[in-house]
């Protein structure tokens, strides 16, 4: 039981025991049942008889309606119900590679892509072509196999490599 005096808890601003102004509540058990508009006096006594906390779930009422229940097993609950919402956003996120690009560049940029995968975000590998690079193509085709056979354990080719216009690219999904 919470004999806690002082202002109501900051975060959820619910008022528990001695925190309760009003002179008479309605009163609902731990069971769900409504035992009435009572003293809040009474209502503590019964409150504390069961070993448990009066907790004030509607303020605004004329009447404020309190519950007796475990506060504690309560905060509880409704932290893993926050925690719960706040789920992992997938994000995209992109390598950009050349077909010049030396093979130890790859390996730091491949490395960054399983940090990413790791964390349950998609990747999208792309190698862009400026100018004369454009004539090499199968340079960047032969580098996106390689960047994709490495990359293979942590995640899943989520369709094939396309050319679109300058540019070769893929996107990778978390296993």
């Known amino acids: 039981m919470n004999l806690k005096k002082g202002p109501a808890d900051g975060k959820n601003q619910q008022r528990i ?16 049942e409504q035992l009435g508009i009572m003293h809040i006096r009474k209502a503590l ?18 009447c404020p309606v309190c519950k007796i229940m475990d506060y504690g097993k309560f905060k509880y609950q409704m932290t893993k119900k926050q925690s719960k919402t706040n789920a992992h956003v997938i994000k995209v996120k992109e390598i950009r590679l050349r077909p010049g690009t030396g093979d130890n560049d ?22 862009l072509f400026r100018g004369r690079e454009m004539a090499h193509i199968q340079e960047g085709e032969r580098m996106m196999k390689q960047v994709i056979e490495m990359l293979e354990p942590y995640g899943k080719l989520d369709g094939k490599p396309s050319k679109q216009g300058k540019r070769i690219t893929c996107m990778i999904a978390p296993n």
Request: negative net charge.
């Open 17 to 32: 025991n001695d925190q309760i102004r009003a002179r008479e509540v309605r009163v609902i058990s731990e069971a769900g």
């Open 45 to 62: 006594d019964l409150a504390q008889e069961a070993g448990l906390d009066l907790v004030e779930v509607a303020q605004n009422e004329k």
């Open 106 to 127: 790859v390996v730091v940029k491949v490395n960054a892509a399983k940090g990413f995968l790791e964390r349950k975000d998609k990747v999208m590998v792309s190698i």
